[in-house]
């Protein structure tokens, strides 16, 4: 069974920092391409990063920001978010590609607000 939990979300400041967690388990991590991706309300789902075995890739909005890395030993890909804005207030979703099929967390609500 392929599960992908995400953690770390929650209130910050204009500025400040967070690092979102994705636990993953049932599909080989090491040969998978992780990304994280964010839906606003009322807008689409949309790309913050990917990471494959050697290659980050970021969405505009993102670069200089924020920095995927992925443990294989842990089975979990990070994202590191620096110098957060309002505007990056979402639900921040982990995602996972393989050969077979495409498998996605819950979702973790990150909030950017004085």
């Known amino acids: 069974q392929v599960q992908l939990v995400e953690s770390g979300g929650g209130l910050v400041q204009p500025g400040g920092s967070l690092t979102l967690s994705c636990a993953t388990s049932?599909?080989?991590?090491?040969?998978?391409?992780m990304g994280w991706y964010r839906q606003a309300p009322g807008k689409q789902r949309e790309l913050v990063a990917t990471v494959t075995s050697g290659t980050a890739n970021y969405a505009d909005s993102a670069k200089g920001r924020f920095t995927i890395a992925r443990d294989v030993a842990k089975n979990t890909v990070y994202l590191r978010m620096n110098s957060l804005k309002p505007e990056d207030t979402a639900v921040y979703y982990c995602n996972a590609r393989t050969q077979i099929a495409a498998y996605w967390g819950q979702g973790t609500q990150v909030t950017v607000s004085s």
């Open positions: 049932g599909f080989r991590f090491a040969f998978a391409a």
